[in-house]
């Protein structure tokens, strides 16, 4: 006995409709009408999916594009260099006040070829009288040293055959501070205050220091 599977209802429609189609002498229809649709419609979806994965992704830029990007970047540098040099004049002019070359005091003779002096500049709060700002000594014309002060500096000499030297700092009101220092390596050796009446007791450095006033 031979077993026939019963047709499922969308292969018994299609027989009906091939079989009446073939009474009235159309073309057979080769797929269901429903599945057709089912299938246009999963391929439209598939379309926009890809459609909107391939808008999600990053526009690659052709060579051409990059050159011109490139050229447009360096002719905007290109054409602001004027003004960023016209901008570095007018700081340059504004500051240079504070810039001006300063001017050497007179020369003072020490022992051992040493001579010192001292680098006066201007400034803003009074420009028409200078101040010492910078102690600077030499040996045989040769500089060795360059003290700063804290920020002015006022009287100073050669101490210990020359191997010191003795100074005075404070800043423009108010204060001062003598300062012994080591010329070899600039290193600070003592600090006495010299705003206030000195004590009985001072060293003979300090001492000699306040007595060139």
Excluded at 12 to 30: D, S
Excluded at 35 to 49: F, H
Excluded at 126 to 144: E, K, M, S, W
Excluded at 167 to 174: A, G, I, K, N, V
Aim: glycine share 6%; hydrophobic share 40%.
């Amino acid at each position: 006995m031979t077993y026939t599977r019963p047709l499922s209802r969308v292969r018994r429609h299609t027989a009906a409709a091939t079989a009446k189609a073939i009474e009235n002498g159309r073309t057979v229809p080769t797929h269901d009408v429903k599945y057709q649709g089912k299938r246009q419609e999963s391929a439209t979806r598939k379309r926009l999916r890809k459609r909107a994965a391939s808008s999600r992704r990053p526009h690659k830029q052709s060579n051409a594009d990059v050159f011109r990007a490139r050229m447009h970047r360096n002719w905007s540098r290109f054409v602001n260099l004027p003004v960023v040099l016209l901008m570095s004049l007018l700081a340059w002019a504004q500051a240079s006040p504070l810039a001006e070359k300063p001017v050497e005091s007179e020369h003072r003779k020490g022992p051992g070829g040493l001579e010192g002096w001292t680098l006066l500049s201007s400034i803003p709060d009074d420009a028409t009288q200078q101040y010492a700002f910078t102690l600077v000594l030499a040996r045989n014309g040769r500089v060795i040293r360059r003290i700063s002060g804290d920020p002015l500096v006022w009287n100073w000499m050669f101490w210990a055959d020359g191997k010191q030297v003795a100074y005075e700092s404070s800043p423009l009101h108010f204060g001062m501070s003598c300062i012994l220092a080591d010329i070899e390596n600039g290193h600070q050796l003592a600090t006495v205050d010299c705003y206030h009446e000195l004590p009985a007791n001072a060293p003979e450095w300090v001492v000699n220091l306040e007595a060139m006033q």
